[in-house]
C-alpha cells in the first residue's frame, strides 16, 4: 500500500469524498450568493470556511471540515501541494492579464506606484508586521511583500458599485492588475534569502544560486509560453485541446521549476502567463476565460479549506490588540504614505486622498500569505534552522483580518467617499450602443433626455459624425479589440446592445460582453424580419438576447426609420396606463422602459412590459399629430414625443 493509499485508509474514502463536495458545494454556492446580494465575494467564501471549520468545532467539539487531518492524514501531507498547486494557477491566470503595454497606457502615477511605491510599501509593511503584530523579522518580511498586493477581483466589482472612472478608477484598476503576481515575487525572494540565513549557507554563493534559479524559472516559464504560442499558431493542437493543455502545461511548468528551487516555481507560472498576454495570440480571449472559470473554482476551494483550517485558538491569538495596531497602520499609515511619495506631482489632490485610502487584498494575498506561512513554519523547525520563526503561525490568521478589513472598510466606503472628493460620476450607468446609424442615433437621444448616459462605439470615424455634432459621447474604435479594454471605460456602462447590420458581429459583441455584465445585460437585433423560428439563425447560446421582438430587424427598424416613425417617452400615471398606451399606440414597437427606481429595463421576447404609475416607456411607432384625450387628462403629462 503506497502512501496515497495509506492515508485514503486512515481518513476514510467517504470521508474525503465529503470533504471535496463540501468544499466545492461552499465555495461556489459562496460565490453565486455573493452575486445575488451584491456582495464581496471573499467575505462570504471565507465565512463558510469558518462555519464549518473553527466556529463548528466550538459548537459541537469537532470540525465538520477539518482539512489537516482530512487531506494530510495518515502521515501523508497533501494540503499544501493542493494549495501550492492552486495558487500556482492563480499567479498563471493574473500573469495572463498583464501586457507590457499596460504599463505604458496606465500612466506615470501606475508606474511610479508599481516600481517606487511597491517596494516603499514592503519596507514600511515589514516595520508594521514588526513592531505593532509582534512577528518575527524573517515572517514579517514575507508578509508584508505579499501585502502589496491589491486584488483586482476585489477592486473591479468596487469601481462598478461606486461609479468611480476617469484617472482614479484607472488607477485602481492597473494597479491591482500589475501588482497582483509583483506581490507575490516580492514574497519569494525574501523567503529565499530568508531560508539561505536560516540554514547557515554562504549568504553570496547561495545568492548567486538564487539569482540563477531565479532566472532559469523566469527562463523556463518564457519557454513554455513560447512553446504553446508557436504550437498553437501552426495547428499543431486542436481547438478544444487548447485550454486542457495549457493547464496541464501551467502543472508540469510549476513542477519543473521546483525541481530547480523551491518556490521558482511561482515565478515562472507567472512568467509564462506573462508570455502568453504578450503574443497577440488568436484566440486567447477564450484560453482567459476557461482560465478564469478555473481560477473561479480553485480560488473557492482554496478559501474555504485555508479558513476551515484555521483553529479556535489560532483564531483568538489573532484577536488581538497588536492585530489591530497593524490594520490601523497599514491602512492609515502605510497606504497613504506609500501613493502619496510615489505619486507626488501626478495626481490631484483628490484623487490622491481617495487612492491612499482604497487597497482591499484578495484571493492571492490569502493564498500566497498562507502558503508561505507553512513554508516558515517548516523551515523554522528544520534540524539545521537557526531561526524559529514564531510568527509564522500569526501570517494566515492576519492575512484574513486584512482581507476582512480592506474589503469591508474600503466596499462601505468608496462610494461616499468618492462623491464627496467628486470623483464619482453623478448619473445612473450608461449604456453602451455598438453600431452606428440613424436609427441608434435616435435612440441614443432618447436614452440621453430620460437621464440615461448613452456610449456610441463604431470603427467607423465617418459614421460617428452625426453623433458626435449631436452632442453624444461617443467610442472610436473596435470594442472587441484589446485596445478597448484599456481606452474604453467600462465602469460607465452596465447594459450592451449590439446594433449594427451584421448579427454575427451582434453576437461577437454580446458574447464578448457577457461573462462580464452577465447574458442578461446584452441585446441584440433579431436576425430576420419574421417573428417564426429560423433555422439559419445563429442559435441563442450563442447571441444576445432578442431587443424589441422576433422579426425586428435592422433592416424593418431603418426601413421604418426613413418613413417618418419615431421615439416617444411615455410617462405612465394613475389615469394612463399601460392598456391605455396600447390602444392609442397599436403599431408602436415599446423598447424600452424606465422604472420609478431609476432601473432601465429593455423589452423583448424574454420580458413583457410590466408598466405601473411612474414608469417612462420608449417606443419606436409611427408619428401622430397630437396627444390622445387621455393623455390630456392624466395628472402628469403621459407623453412627449420627438421626431428623428
Known sequence: MNGIDFALASVGSSEL??????????????????????APAIVLMALAGLAVGPLWAVLFGEALLDPQRVFNGGGKELLRPIVSLAVAVILFEGGLVLKFESLREAGAAVRRMVFLGGPLAWFLGTLAARYTAGLDWGSAVVFAGVLVVTGPTVIMPLLRQSKLGGRAGAFL??????????????????????RVAATGESILGKGAMIVLAVALGVGLGIAFGLGMVRAFRQGWTPEYLKAPIIFASIILCYAMAEMIEKEIGLVAVTAFGMTLANSRLAGLNELRKFKEDIAVLLVSGVFVILTANLTPDVIRRALTWNTLAFLIVMLFVVRP?????????????????????????????VAVSSLFATLLYDLGRQGDSKFYFSGAEQITPLAFAMVFATVVLHGFTIGPLARRLGLARKE???????????????????????????????????RLRPAR??????????????????????????QVLGLSANEPYNALVSSHFAPELGRHKVFQLSAQETEEDD?????????????????????????????????SKTRLTDTYDIEHFKRD???????????????????????????GEGVTLISFGPPREAETPAVEAAETPAETTEKA
Do not use: M
Open 17 to 38: 469524498i465529503f470533504a471535496c463536495a463540501l468544499i466545492g458545494a461552499l465555495g461556489i454556492g459562496a460565490q453565486w450568493l455573493a452575486w445575488r446580494l451584491q
Open 173 to 194: 484598476k492597473w494597479e491591482g492588475i500589475v501588482n497582483d503576481p509583483v506581490g507575490a515575487l516580492f514574497a519569494v525572494a525574501a523567503f529565499e534569502i530568508i
Open 337 to 365: 504614505l506609500s501613493v502619496w511619495i510615489a505619486t507626488f506631482g501626478t495626481l490631484k489632490r483628490n484623487e490622491a486622498l481617495l487612492l491612499g485610502w482604497i487597497a482591499p487584498r484578495g484571493v492571492v494575498a
Open 428 to 462: 445612473r450607468p450608461g449604456v453602451l450602443l455598438v453600431g452606428v446609424n440613424p436609427w441608434s442615433i435616435d435612440f441614443a437621444r432618447t436614452l440621453k433626455d430620460i437621464g440615461i448616459e448613452p456610449i456610441l462605439a463604431d470603427n467607423t470615424w465617418r
Open 469 to 494: 455634432e449631436a452632442g453624444l459621447s461617443t467610442f472610436f474604435g473596435e470594442v472587441l479589440s484589446e485596445d478597448a479594454e484599456v481606452r474604453l471605460d467600462h465602469s460607465a456602462f452596465d
Open 535 to 567: 433555422h439559419r439563425t445563429l442559435g441563442l447560446s450563442t447571441r444576445g438576447r432578442t431587443l424589441i421582438r422576433r422579426g425586428r430587424s435592422y433592416d424593418s427598424l431603418i426601413r421604418d426609420h426613413y418613413r417618418g416613425w419615431e421615439f
Open 585 to 611: 399606440r397599436p403599431k408602436a414597437d415599446i423598447v424600452a422602459e424606465l422604472r420609478p427606481d431609476g432601473a432601465l429595463n429593455f423589452l423583448g421576447p424574454h420580458r413583457e412590459v410590466k408598466g
